[in-house]
């Protein structure tokens, strides 16, 4: 998973609201390729992703992906607050085994879930 602290660099070239309107995915094409989550850390770089082909190419393909629920979307909730979402880099991602593996790292309450573009 890549998370980041640093906003997108840049502005959105493109915003996609999934269906259920919980989630705002910004994509950007600029100068450095990035896709993001609008009001989460999570993003990633295109340049991340070379086997993807040129960053803006494989920041099209991660988006193509999670707009057609290829890419699954990892939530964390605490109660009825989304405090976290963010996109696996591969979509054969196993969110059985996360958790498993991840129990350590987790704050008391949270609650992760899986999700998809659409419904």
Known sequence: MAHGQDDPASPADETHVSPDG???????????????????????????????GAPRDAIAHIVADI????????????????????????????FEAFLAEDQSHREHGEDWRVRYWSP
């Open 67 to 94: 707009l057609s629920s290829r890419r699954p979307i990892i939530e964390c909730w605490k109660g009825d607050q989304r405090v976290d979402a963010w996109a696996p880099e591969d979509n054969d991602f196993d």
């Open 22 to 52: 919980a989630l705002t995915l910004l994509v950007s094409y600029g100068d450095d390729p990035t896709v993001a989550f609008a009001g989460h850390a999570w993003h990633v770089h295109g340049e991340m992703f070379p086997e993807l």
